[in-house]
């Protein structure tokens, strides 16, 4: 897989220290990969990704990894803030109303697994801008394929099993924090995270089945 080089003054050192050691996935919401290139190394508007992937599967590095780049904003995972500092970025060119391109998947899948041995990274490492984020994003949406990941050992694994009988707010956050959801939200929010993530066809109120896919995913 070529990767092509297009830097982005968007970027800095990382914080305090610290090294990658999450993978955050993100759908570009414009209308052409190139559109996208040129947002992420404007510095006017102070975003990047490290990595952008286009629908015909051309990838293009624009922030070296071992520096922080402006993807994450406000956030939080598994108990960790500063996501920018913790993670590599990817972009997918995508406007969530559609399915990814085979030839994006593909490569993406390739990166991720250059990316989770070059950092020692496991699969549960692999996140949704959604889900360190779940009351103000909404990526990579209903229509990435987590399953694909999960089943080629790119994210973490769901659950099986049973939920609760008696499903309430406060048993199924404490689920969700133990899974990794530790953003302080609302319980909508939250639900929606999750859904988003593992039932993205599930609506209406809480039930055991939302438990589920949570029970392996840490």
């Known amino acids: 897989m070529q990767i092509h080089s297009h830097p982005s003054p968007n970027c800095g050192p990382r914080r305090d220290g610290l090294v990658p050691e999450l993978v955050v996935i993100h759908f570009t919401a414009m209308h052409s990969a190139d559109a996208a290139l040129e947002r992420l190394c404007d510095p006017q508007f102070e975003v990047s990704a490290h990595y952008l992937i286009a629908e015909d599967g051309t990838v293009t590095q624009l922030v070296p990894e071992h520096l922080r780049a402006w993807h994450a904003g406000a956030g939080h995972w598994a108990g960790r803030d500063d996501v920018n500092s913790r993670s590599i970025g990817i972009e997918l060119d995508n406007d969530g109303q ?16 250059d990316i989770l041995d070059r950092w020692s990274i496991p699969a549960q490492g692999v996140i949704g801008h959604s889900d360190m984020a779940p009351d103000r994003k909404f990526d990579p949406g209903p229509h990435f394929d987590w399953p694909r990941l999960e089943a080629a050992g790119l994210a973490a694994p769901r659950g099986t099993g049973s939920g609760p009988d008696d499903p309430t707010p406060e048993t199924f956050r404490a689920a969700a924090r133990a899974a990794g959801y530790t953003a302080d939200v609302t319980d909508d929010a939250l639900l929606n995270a999750v859904r988003l993530r593992y039932r993205p066809n599930a609506t209406g109120p809480l039930t055991p089945d939302d438990y589920i896919p949570l029970h392996l995913a840490r």
């Open 98 to 113: 559609r399915p990814f391109a085979e030839a994006q998947m593909q490569n993406l899948m390739i990166l991720l697994r």
